[in-house]
Structure formats: C-alpha cells, structure tokens
C-alpha cells in the first residue's frame, strides 16, 4: 500500500509514528502506549508549578464549588479558560483527570477567586505522574458496539 501511494502520489515517508498533535506514541511487543508528558509539563511550566508540592488526587473532596460563589470575580478570566481548555486537551490520554476537569468547564463563563483553586490542585495532582498516559493491549478482545436513537 505504501508503494502504491508512493508511486501515485508526491508523499514524504516519515516513518512510524512517534506523535501526533502532541500525543506521543510509544510502541512496544505487548501494545502502544499513548501520552501527553510533554504537553503536561509545558502545562505544569508555563502556570508556575514545575516546581509546586505534589498531592495525591486531582480534586480536593472537601472544596465546594459554585457558580453562585460569592468570592470575586477573576480579574482575567481568561488565563482560566486558557488554562482549563489546556488541561480538557489532556484528558484524551488521562481519563483520571476528565471529573475533575469537567467540573472546572462549569465555571467557565464566570470563574471566581474560589474556582481557582481546584485547577491548582489539578496541577499539583498532576507534577506527580506527568508521564501516565493510556495504555492500548495488542492482544485485547475489544470489541466496538455502538448504538444509535433514531430520534
């Protein structure tokens, strides 16, 4: 096949696949394992917490949040959103972060002082295993079904 699109069309062989839109791809003899370590320490970087103290889950349990908060209101709401959406783009390899960050996506069209909280920990939680990504069985019996509502 790759011959045929060789000889067919002006294509450029850039041989197996190691990322792709910054997901890093990591092949081995038992499945591939799929990550963003990159993106997560840019992420980790760039809001300051390269060097933060780590913890242990990415959602304080005891943290209430609201959109009725009576905390004020950012200043910049959208370093929030910016850094909200940056961490959304990490749950495709990190499903441990999707409850978390999908809470954080309630507030963002008002985020307030308290809001700020739970991504900061969400960073902390995620200096810890920067690397974790997915892991994809080269053996696995998955199989696809879905469903469909006419409706």
Partial sequence: ???FLLASFPVK??????????????????GIVL???????????????????PVSSPMDSTLKLTIDDPSRLLSDP?????????????TITRPDLSYAVQALGQFMSNPRAMHLQAPERV???????PG??????????LHLKAYSDSD
């Fill in 132 to 141: 974790q990504g997915l892991f994809l069985k080269a053996d696995s019996n």
């Fill in 78 to 90: 959208a370093s929030y959103r910016r850094l909200v959406g940056k961490l959304l783009y990490l």
């Fill in 35 to 53: 990550c963003q370590r990159k993106h997560a320490l840019d992420v980790l970087t760039n809001n300051g917490f390269s060097s933060a103290k």
């Fill in 13 to 30: 062989d850039l041989g197996e696949l190691k990322h792709f839109l910054g997901i890093e791809v990591a092949r081995f003899a038992k």
């Fill in 123 to 129: 960073l902390q939680y995620l200096k810890t295993t």
């Fill in 1 to 3: 096949m790759k011959q």
